[in-house]
């Protein structure tokens, strides 16, 4: 049995829908889906960073390329 979507498995298929519609109507631009696209990256980015929001250790942090950062 399947564990239940995360909040954050749901934005993403959220994106892959919308995004998927896009690709065969691009018609639909005039309707701003594409921003919605824009509204359901800034989300998932901010579910990445809540512990609520998605499994622990089910996404990897990111790894930033400078690490010797000043501040």
Do not use: W
Not at 21 to 29: D, I, S, T
Not at 47 to 71: C, E, M, T, V
């Amino acid at each position: 049995m399947q564990s239940p979507l995360t909040v954050l498995d749901k934005l993403e298929t959220a994106y892959d829908i919308v995004a998927d519609v896009l690709g065969e109507a691009p018609q639909l631009y005039d309707i701003h889906l594409d921003q919605a696209l824009l509204v359901l990256v800034l989300a998932m980015r901010r579910a990445r960073r809540s512990r609520k929001l998605h499994r622990r250790g089910h996404y990897p942090r990111p790894l930033y390329r400078d690490q010797n950062l000043p501040f």
